[in-house]
């Protein structure tokens, strides 16, 4: 049986802020950006959130199926480290905003930035399982970023966006190789969310830890796959907090296991791995969507085809790893989700420093745990009226006895 991503499109954000002037305000090292390897990174508005980034990535992915296919989806996962309640789960807030089926599962999945490959293979296997065979999910990845003290490295690489994908039986961009999968997991406190606004951890310690996960899976996968090798796979694919990082774990990965030289190493990252790091320069880290963002970039700027063999690296701090296959599909080359994406990045507006300042302390009062409040437009009016006003993306309006009321704009 085949099962695998039938279809895929994101949300980016509709503002931008320029990362080298964000280092020039906070009197951070100019020589960290190089390694950094970012140009702009999306920003939120104050009145998103993880659902709204959730609901407006998978809107376009709606618009392009047929009432009987919707019809069909028995399942929507969210993948998510920003959870508005302990409780209840975010998962139930989109399927609402969406309209979709209400004979369907629905439950939200949290282990960092791995929580949306977790959320993916649950869906892969009930998929696979279900006694209708034309069953699909909707897999989101969706997450909104936490307060960051203004010293710190972290905040030029935080991101806004999410990404949905349609799993099914049919899967026309990616066909996940079912059981071949290298798995890793071990207790560290690299990064962390103690607090619904705060985000901690120690950066070191992180990507001692992704790097010792993808050696692990990577070894763990090719032990369960004799005869893998690097040249197995004609794309690779990573978590991507910051593409500096894919480049100093695909230069550990390849002297190790391929015992390259430099030149040699230097060939492989521009043919397997470049194309899936344009996105991620531009919008920034997406957390649970940063591995299925680097996807999307790749099939859009990669020169793609059918019966390809992927090869993705998923970490999730805490920790969880795993590195897992798939064969790319016939709509995998021209998707149009990873098309409008890509377009979008250029639509967005730019940012001045005070404007960002203003939303990026208005956007506090959407943190879960918040009671009550009025998520009034006013402050911004000029922004909001530019960037979302009759779009149609959803919005938040309010929040009253910690429910989150939303409106489409």
């Not at 560290?188 to 951890?201: A, C, H, K, Q, Y």
């Not at 090869?311 to 998707?335: D, V």
Request: hydrophobic share 40%; proline share 4%; glycine share 10%.
């Amino acid at each position: 049986m085949t099962v695998g991503i039938h279809d895929i499109d994101g949300y980016i954000g509709r503002a931008s802020l320029d990362v080298g002037m964000l280092f020039d305000a906070r009197g951070l090292d100019r020589g960290r950006l190089t390694n950094l390897m970012m140009h702009r990174k999306s920003v939120n508005l104050p009145c998103e959130d993880p659902v709204t980034n959730g609901v407006n990535a998978a809107l376009p992915l709606l618009k392009r199926m047929s009432p009987a296919d919707i019809a069909d989806i028995e399942l929507i996962v969210v993948g998510t480290e920003s959870g508005l309640d302990f409780g209840k789960p975010i998962s139930t807030y989109i399927h609402d905003l969406l309209e979709l089926p209400r004979r369907c599962r629905s439950f939200e999945v949290k282990h960092a930035c791995y929580g949306a490959t977790a959320a993916l293979h649950a869906a892969a296997a009930l998929v696979a399982t279900s006694a209708n065979p034309h069953a699909r999910a909707l897999v989101i990845s969706t997450d909104a970023a936490a307060r960051i003290d203004v010293d710190s490295y972290w905040e030029p690489s935080q991101g806004a966006g999410a990404i949905a994908m349609l799993v099914g039986r049919d899967p026309a961009i990616l066909e996940i190789d079912l059981g071949r999968s290298g798995l890793f997991t071990f207790h560290v406190m690299d990064t962390l969310r103690p607090r619904p606004e705060i985000e901690s951890g120690n950066s070191d310690l992180s990507l001692l830890s992704y790097l010792t996960c993808l050696d692990e899976t990577y070894a763990m996968y090719c032990q369960r796959n004799p005869g893998s090798t690097l040249d197995s796979f004609d794309r690779m694919v990573f978590h991507t907090p910051f593409a500096g990082m894919v480049v100093g774990a695909h230069r550990t990965l390849t002297r190790k296991h391929a015992r390259l030289s430099r030149d040699e190493v230097t060939r492989h990252f521009h043919d397997a791995v470049a194309s899936s790091l344009v996105l991620a320069q531009e919008v920034g880290n997406t957390y649970s969507a940063s591995l299925y963002l680097a996807l999307c970039s790749m099939l859009v700027h990669g020169k793609v085809e059918a019966g390809q063999r992927i090869g993705l690296f998923s970490y999730g701090s805490g920790c969880c790893s795993e590195f897992y296959s798939g064969t790319l599909g016939e709509n995998a080359a021209g998707a149009p989700g990873p098309i409008g994406m890509n377009g979008a990045i250029g639509q967005r507006r730019e940012l001045d420093m005070a404007t960002y300042e203003l939303i990026s302390e208005l956007a506090e009062q959407r943190f879960s745990g918040v009671e009550h409040a009025d998520i009034a437009v006013e402050p911004y009016r000029d922004l909001y009226e530019e960037c979302l006003a009759g779009t149609g993306s959803a919005v938040l309006e309010s929040i009253k006895g910690f429910e989150r009321h939303y409106r489409f704009a």
